[in-house]
């Protein structure tokens, strides 16, 4: 290929072995030349070895040029500070090899900044894959995670066109689409579609009473279901995005106005005509919407 | 047995062959002497004779003894007004043998004070299992539909222990498991467990912009999922439960005021806090309880 890069001949190391990058490794098994793993979590590192989720995994990551071969693609799979923490880190690294960079990040205009001040030999891209579970770890780790996921790719100014052809190779072996878009817009949509809906979940379990427990249905299992998510996790994601969530509830507490309002004045006509628009809003948003595929010139 | 109800020998009538009152045919199939389908809508009508989901369907609904066999039971499966008027209807009949009558409306205490007005051979109970989908009407029933769920039994002053017995037949009979209680508490605990979650998924559907569809996650469609309730049957609910869900609304105003406090003052000790809270509350709510069994004195 014009660009140089072929996944198949590529060794992959993925910086993380939890159920994004354990996921990942699962995935991508087969279709790559050789797959590193590491995590810091020593009984993850024992499972990575015991499953062969790769053909080798350590504690202790470290990049080297020492390394029997050179690594081709890094994958940061991390929630969002320790990505931050680790793109410090590699700030003082001179590898001399060109490597391109891709992390899984749940927020990107910060991971991107970050991004920005690496030495030149680093080929960075920013990415986030649309799936997940409130279930984390390796041991919830599946080879179909990613299967038919929106996975956004935020390029910089910097990023070679060869980077992006890794991106979209590994995307299109995990059978994710990928869809290009920059790191402020990424943050502004997730708000809405993820963090948002996050907090939604945490405030409806917050104001639940615990008595209610023998009555609770399918309904409010599937509203609360990411007040689940570990909070650890989620408090990363809404530091580094916290003005574009603040807008988003402030948008939300509208539209849930006008709904009480309707009912506080028992204004029947005006609530049905707001649970319709809400009803079709929601087709729209879920059924309604043929995905663009990012067209990267290679494919 | 002492009460003299058993659901073998019944003919069970159901006023309603939608979702809920087809799928409780499907489980009642065998399990009773006859059932007897009503459903105004003539294609619901067609349906369920060409899958004899019951063994006689007609789609108008009159109480009459001229019936070959009269009927022992009587459920009403259909929404809040449309029971609310069946009940003003039968207030008219003059029917001489003693009917056990159980409704399936999703709130209760007007359905209740309906139902204390019935003449003196009517012997009815307040009905309300707790399951569903967002997808209504006979072609979606199915017969596991009330497998393991939850049925609130709200009887009246002037219930017998016979009906009571009735009600416990049919629930056991359908897989499902009877829970006793008040109808304002029922109608209070329902505001805070289901109808609440409907009317944030619909304000999240009405506040998320459309061209954010393609980045819809597996979050957010769990958080939104039931804004694809049909608006017309939520409409008869929030009316009939208004001042619980009014309630309802404002501690959810409150738990999400104080995690937009915490952000906005970047206060994350605070918020990581609340959001532990959140998620400890949450599993304690869906995993944490055991189920109080109802316990009826002949069972």
Redesign the interface.
Known sequence: MEDGFSLQDATVAIVGLGLMGGSLAMSLKGKCARLIGFDPHLPTVRLARAASTVDHAESFFALSEATTKPIDVLVLAAPVPTILGLLHQLRQVNYQLPLTLLDLGSTKRDILQAMSSLPENFDPIGGHP???KEKLGLENASASLYQD??F?LTPLTRTTQRAISAACQIISAIGAHP?EMTAEQHDE??S???H???????????????A?????????????????????M??GI??SN?DN??R??R??????N???SA??D?N?LA??N??????S??????D??T??KFQSPIL
Chains 1, 2 share one sequence.
């Open positions: 649309i799936c997940g996921a929106p956004i869809l949509i997730l809405a579609t993820s948002l809906p996050f907090l939604l979940s945490s405030a409806l379990a917050h104001s639940t009473p615990r209610f427990a023998p009555f609770i249905g399918p309904g409010f299992r599937s509203t609360s279901r990411l007040a689940g998510s570990p909070a650890h989620m408090l809404l530091q916290r969530i603040l988003a509830i948008s939300f507490h509208c539209a849930l006008e709904i009480e009912l506080r028992e029947y609530l049905e707001l649970l319709q628009r809400a009803r809003e929601y087709h729209l948003l879920i309604g919407e995905i663009p």
